[in-house]
Nanobody, 123 residues
Framework: QVDLVESGGGSVHSGGSLRLSCVAS????????MGWFRQTPGKKREGIAA???????FYADSVKGRFTISQDDDKNTLSLQMNDLKPEDTAMYYC?????????????????WGQGTQVTVSS
């Protein structure tokens, strides 16, 4: 059974930073591509970053240069360092795993999801 548990969300002011973590269990870590998505009420879940086990990374234009995705293979942990946060970054953030091989930013390309962690950025 695959389990993904996110943590690290919270409330910050504009320009602040947060670091999200996602601890994975029951996953074939070595060959996986994992991603971070975010969602606001009434909107589609948006892919914002992804990483392959070979440390190839991908970012949405909206977060490029501000967010950094990384993984700790020893701890089976996926992280998202978020700097220079803006009010428009406010959302529920989810980690995703078991990429099916299409577009990294599409929700339907991932099999497993965490429960989400809320990020709120005030101006």
């Amino acid at each position: 059974q695959v389990d993904l548990v996110e943590s690290g969300g919270g409330s910050v002011h504009s320009g602040g930073s947060l670091r999200l973590s996602c601890v994975a269990s029951g996953l074939t870590w070595a060959s996986n591509c994992m991603g971070w998505f975010r969602q606001t009420p009434g909107k589609k879940r948006e892919g914002i970053a992804a990483i392959y086990s070979a440390n190839s990374t991908f970012y949405a234009d909206s977060v490029k240069g501000r967010f950094t995705i990384s993984q700790d293979d020893d701890k089976n942990t996926l992280s998202l360092q978020m700097n220079d946060l803006k009010p428009e970054d406010t959302a529920m953030y989810y980690c995703a795993a078991d990429f099916l091989g299409g577009r990294w930013s599409e929700e339907y390309e991932y099999t497993h999801w965490g429960q989400g962690t809320q990020v709120t950025v005030s101006s």
